[in-house]
């Protein structure tokens, strides 16, 4: 039942996992804060639009947040209370979107419109995605695409291959870790449910193999599913979350250039997100709290936590004993591909995987020297990218140019940086080279119409 | 030798020369039939224009802008780095009145430096504008002030950006041509294009509440709306929580600048400065 993965993703990077700090926690349930703030963009696509005001009161669970469009999601209430204000703040990546305060009662009282479908096998599909965007499903992995949208693949394509993401590639990140150790039947019941939508006999449960307790869990648990199914265990080797790259190390194909999984006819949901279906289509329970790490070397007492979304991270971090003064950058996710935050103010969301504190001896300033062509960074990238080149044509403003040499499939996952010895923002200049391009792209759209 | 016809040759001579002819013949004939008549004016025109090609007359540059004004009727004062000069040629040229336009310059409506406004966290990453509002929303605690990285001296075409020892952008009105390539590229869109008349300016384009601003800029507006009753015809108004400049009409804002508290208006002669580069040009 288990195999070993037979391909490895091309590039790829080995940081040091420093996932022992919060590895054997347990998960817990922290306190509820004094104010739970609610954000409207907690997933890819456009913003919900808030439907509350201030006043009302909301149980948990009640929709919060219309979405707005199809691809978007609906935004709950994590808990019962009084909505304190409707208002703005700014989100992990600085971008700005409404936000909503709830004062929670104590009470936590769940909205007893909630309906779950204990019978969903005899329900019909579309049933099961509606309750999946009902609830306000967004990938956990970190990205946040709705769910409903990928478990809705359009006319002519058909998905065969469910890949069930547990690999937790990032450094320190250790949530999937601890959920596919301690709930590994929620996820089973959860990856039926999505065979049972898409009609998908095929799954693939990938895990790397520094994680030998999560494989023998999830083996165990996956015994009650049916069709072909099958644990695989990775090679160690980051990004070996990231989608692309898990279809290439399980199955050994590669998603086409600007294309999308389904293309080659493959899903991949991340553990958190199956189980978050499960909840959804089983017990009716829309998104309102997530399993986060909240770990670092300046951290008092590292944890996996089971917190409201909402949650601001200072009270997380009260939560874990507080931070000692050796702390100096808050990251929201994990160090590769996380977001550098300045305030403890911000507040957890549906793709809040973990927050990450780094200490002093931990973080180097650093100046950007010209490129020496050592070919690390085309080394280390996991798409096949020459991040040099591109680098410098973005820094020549030449988006062209880099366009032409495929800047769009950059998946900013930092392999490049890491390895570069000249010490380049090579992300930082892929994402504002892709800003660029896409910018370009909507005004020749715009100038055709 | 002989030199006959068959001597490879005169052949040769023959070959070329003849086929030269006849293409030239053709040519010549082509150039009749198939001439596209362009006014003369066109080219004369694009002379005159000093071929900075910066755009800021608005046409895709100097050549653009010369076939603009003599087929397209386009103003003839609108090439800025030229000024009067261009525009008193222009119209000899074209036998048209020469109307000054009004001239623009541009105006960073941020005086938000270092000393004044606090930033939340240190970046460190390639020091652009548009790289730093993207990371974190920018390092300023001000989501709507100046991050002073210099995107904007950097388009512009003739350096008249300076960004400051507080990392604040300022423009010299007296090297501005207007010719708006700092308008499109401040990711904060704090640079405005102002008729060069106007004198009293609010220096702030934060839209946040005044406690808010207070909290990290000292120099901030903060919506108090104190300035908008020193004036008499509503020249200052207020845009939600931002007091602005109505810079149709001129007026005296010197009452306004004493009471604002935060000293966000301020007076700033954008003309005076040119016309001293000009003595200083007379004297020497």
Redesign the interface.
Known sequence: MTTKATYTVPGGIHPKYHKELARDRELETPTMPVLLKVSMSQHLGAPAQPTVAKGNTVLRGQRIGEPAGFISAAVHAPTSGIVKAVNTA?TA????AASIDIEPDGEDKVDPGLQGNANWQQTNPEDLISAVADCGIAGMGGAGFPTHVKLSPPPGKTIDTLIVNGAECEPYLTADYRLMLEQPERIVEGISIIQHILGVKTVRIAIEDNKPEAIKEMERAASKLHGDIKIVELNTEYPQGAEKQQIYAVTGQEVPSGGLPMDIGALVENVGTAAAIRDAVIDGKPLTERVTTITGVPLQRPSNVVARIGTPISHLVEFCGGVNNSACKLICGGPMMG?????EELATTKTTSGILFLAKSQVT??S?TPCISCGRCVEGCPMRLVPSELSQFIEAEDYEAAEAMNLLDCIECGCCAFQCPATR?LV??M??GK??AMLRRKREQAEKK | MELSITNPIVLAAVTVGGSGLVCGALLAIASKFFAVKEDPRIEKAQDLLPGANCGGCGFAGCADYAKAVVVENAEINLCTPGGNAVLKSLAKLLNKDATAANRKVALVACNGSDEHAQRKFLYNGIADCFAAHATGGGDKKCPYGCLGYGSCARVCPTGAIEITDGRLAIVHPELCISCGACVKTCPRHLITLIPETATIHVLCSSKDKGPVVKKYCKVGCIGCTLCTKQVENKEISMDGTLATVDYTKPFDGSKAIEKCPMNTIVERRMTSAREELGQLELAE
């Open positions: 700014p990546t600085g971008a700005v977001f550098a935050i300045a305030s300033a650093f950007s923002p930082q200049h994402r504002r800003a660029e």
